[in-house]
């Protein structure tokens, strides 16, 4: 996919989502292709860190870090809670 870019997008697991969906964007056909989904309980809120190398997302166990890969694949690093509360909202700073 020389002329596109991966995307991520978060969606709630309750009823039927499946988590961080990874995709390959296409902007001159304005297309999206699913590549693959990484299973995350509720990540609404997604946030890249400023090099591109680590996503960042909500999710029902307070927050998650995930590695990004070359090829634009997840893996995830490690997850950290909110003192028992659901985040609403992820920023990422330098």
Same mark, same amino acid.
């Given at each position: 996919m020389a002329a596109g870019y991966v995307a991520y997008a978060g969606s709630f697991t309750k009823g039927g989502g499946g988590g961080i969906? $990874? /995709?390959d964007a296409d902007p001159a056909e304005a @297309?999206?292709?699913l590549r693959s989904v990484c299973p995350t309980e509720n990540p609404i809120f997604l946030a890249p860190s400023a090099d591109g190398r680590f996503l960042y997302s909500t999710c029902d166990e307070g927050t998650a870090a995930f590695a990004i890969a070359e090829d634009g694949s /997840? @893996? /995830? /690093?490690n997850k950290a809670g $909110?003192?028992?509360l659901r985040p609403s909202y992820l920023? $990422?700073?330098r």
């Open positions: 969906y $990874v /995709l @297309s999206f292709q /997840l @893996s /995830l /690093l $909110v003192n028992g920023a $990422v700073t």
